[in-house]
């Protein structure tokens, strides 16, 4: 079970694909292959579910504000992945900090787009053994500046987009993740 070689050979079987027909022996192009009728895929079943979650506070405009994402239901888990919005009207993204789990440190967040409210993340234990840890433990934090006006406030949403949501436990199982959704107000 080494997910790190499951993603090189995803990665080398994208990279070498192409749309160029196959060559028969006798120099012609193979002909298109025919749909199987009546194929059904299923995605894959998932067990249990990971929380993330995220706080709920009130802070003044122009403050710095650390928000503490915990997690309830991380149990044996050795791979996640999901996005984070947030309202950039709102909320300026500054830095992330506090990494709490083992191999965690800020590598495992995308930030391209944090200027855009969209932060990515993928997490995986190198061990591969697997961490299991306390219900309302803190895995890290987002730091932001408050740059929105009074009454205005911005949603900390735990989302399946650019990232899809994916976490993994050592049984090789697929692990639901929610999000129970935080909330910064301007005072």
């Known amino acids: 079970m080494n997910h790190k070689f499951i ?5 080398m ?3 070498f694909c192409s749309n160029e027909p196959a060559k028969q022996p006798d120099g012609q192009t193979a002909t298109e292959a025919v749909p199987v009728q009546n194929a059904q895929t299923s995605p894959p079943a998932t067990v249990g579910n990971l929380t ?4 709920r506070l009130v802070a003044s405009s122009g403050e710095t504000v650390c928000l503490d994402i915990t997690v309830a239901g991380f149990q044996q888990l050795v791979s996640m992945q ?3 919005r947030w309202d950039r009207n709102v909320l300026e993204f500054k830095e992330l900090k506090n990494f709490k789990l083992p191999s965690m440190d800020g590598n495992n967040f995308g930030t391209n787009n944090a200027q855009d ?3 990515t993340a993928l997490w995986i234990e190198n061990s591969l053994k697997g961490i299991a840890i306390a219900d309302g433990t803190s895995i890290y934090q987002i730091c932001y500046k408050v740059k929105g006006k009074s009454g205005q406030f911005s949603s900390i949403n735990f989302v399946d987009k650019p990232t ?3 976490a993994v ?3 090789d199982e697929i692990v639901g993740i929610k999000g129970m959704d935080g909330k910064v107000t301007v005072k």
């Open 117 to 119: 409210g969209v932060l």
């Open 7 to 11: 993603f090189a050979a995803l990665w």
């Open 52 to 55: 993330l979650i995220a706080p």
């Open 13 to 15: 079987s994208f990279t």
């Open 164 to 166: 899809p949501f994916e």
């Open 169 to 171: 436990n050592t049984r």
């Open 82 to 84: 999901y996005s984070v």
